[in-house]
Nanobody, 120 residues
Framework: QVQLVESGGGLVQPGGSLRLSCAASGTIFSIYTMGWHRQAPGKQRELVATITSGGITNYVDSVKDRFTISRDNAKKTVYLQMNSLKLEDTAVYYC??????????????WGQGTQVTVSS
């Protein structure tokens, strides 16, 4: 079993910053890619950022130069530093990992989501 616990969401004014964290636990043998997705009301879930086990990052164009994804492999934790937040960043943010659990093949695992609201 794998559990992903997210934290750091909340209400922030436009131009503000938030830092999301997602800690993985369970019988994890190896974590490959870690990432963040988001889903705004009435919209499909979209990929925000990913980071490989080797530290290669990828961002959706709308957050480039504003968001930074990072990971701490020892803590099995992925972070998303969000700066210069805009109204359109309002969404539920979901942590995602692609990992191999002991005795099983690699699969995707998802967190429960954390609300980020950007409002004046």
């Amino acid at each position: 079993q794998v559990q992903l616990v997210e934290s750091g969401g909340g209400l922030v004014q436009p131009g503000g910053s938030l830092r999301l964290s997602c800690a993985a636990s369970g019988t994890i043998f190896s974590i490959y890619t870690m990432g963040w997705h988001r889903q705004a009301p009435g919209k499909q879930r979209e990929l925000v950022a990913t980071i490989t086990s080797g530290g290669i990052t990828n961002y959706v164009d709308s957050v480039k130069d504003r968001f930074t994804i990072s990971r701490d492999n020892a803590k099995k934790t992925v972070y998303l530093q969000m700066n210069s937040l805009k109204l359109e960043d309002t969404a539920v943010y979901y942590c995602n990992i692609y990992a191999r659990v002991l005795g099983m093949g690699a699969s995707d695992y998802w967190g429960q989501g954390t609300q980020v609201t950007v409002s004046s």
